[in-house]
């Protein structure tokens, strides 16, 4: 029955990633950003900027009355306790968040978290009432073994709670290799990962899978923006380096908008 569920129409997410970047004076490129998305068309996506946990609260603040959502970028899987350092979900709700990126490669890469922990963390964003953006893809030694596809279904069935939903849950490829070096994979590649991305999702999910929005993420820019996001299966960005400039981050929502 998954198999036949139909092709919804999926509204697009463009999302910044911050990552360890801004400082409170950086409120001026959120509200450049809703400047500039104030003046334009409405684009066909919604828009999402995810800073570090000290600037949700104010960022929240900075983006009241605007088109622009704010998230974070990584949480506890604790609802609270004595876990020094950490940030739940909970907390993140309540400074504002709305969403919350898990799995990033940066934290399994840096911190050493593993797909069970991931899926611990997307549970708890959902216990707090926040959408988890959960982040998969290879590395470059991986690609080069040929085993993406295999890294990309193995991750998903690690990270992903067996609850997820469209509305609850994301999922953003972001290949290790692209992230941060001005390298993309071609239209092709990127179209044939997210088809199988797709396919995992609907064999588990049914028709919640052939709607969650899967994110392509890894040196998007406003010069490349519009052919990435028309690949079928894009279901929107997931930006990083670019989404720090009103500016850049404006260029890339641009290839939602019409006309
Ligand atoms: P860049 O857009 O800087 O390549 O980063 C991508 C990313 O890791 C977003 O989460």
Known sequence: ??????????????????????????????????????????????????????LVSLLKDEARGTRIAIGAQD????????HTGDISAEMLKDAGAGFVIVGHSERRADHGETDAQ?????????????????????????????????????????????AATAKTTVIAYEPVWAIGTGRTPTSA??????????????????????????????????SNAAELMAVPNVNGALVGGASLKAEDFYGIISAYIKG
């Open 1 to 54: 029955m998954a198999a036949t569920a139909k092709a919804p129409r999926i509204k697009a997410l463009v999302a910044g990633n911050w990552k360890m970047n801004g400082l409170k004076a950086s409120k001026k490129e959120l509200a450049g950003l809703a400047r500039r998305l104030a003046k334009g068309g409405r684009p066909a996506c919604d828009v999402l900027v995810c800073p570090p946990a000290t």
């Open 75 to 82: 949480c506890h899987a604790a609802a609270s306790g004595a």
């Open 118 to 162: 991931v899926r611990a963390k997307a549970e708890a964003a959902w216990r707090a009432g926040l959408v988890a953006i959960v982040c998969i893809g290879e590395t470059e030694a991986q690609r080069d073994a040929g085993e993406t596809l295999k890294v990309i279904r193995s991750q998903l069935s690690g990270s992903l709670p067996k």
């Open 189 to 222: 590649d990127v179209a044939k990962v997210h088809a199988a991305i797709r396919a995992a999702l609907v064999k588990r999910y049914g028709a919640e899978g052939a709607a969650m929005r899967i994110l392509y993420g890894g040196s998007v820019k406003p």
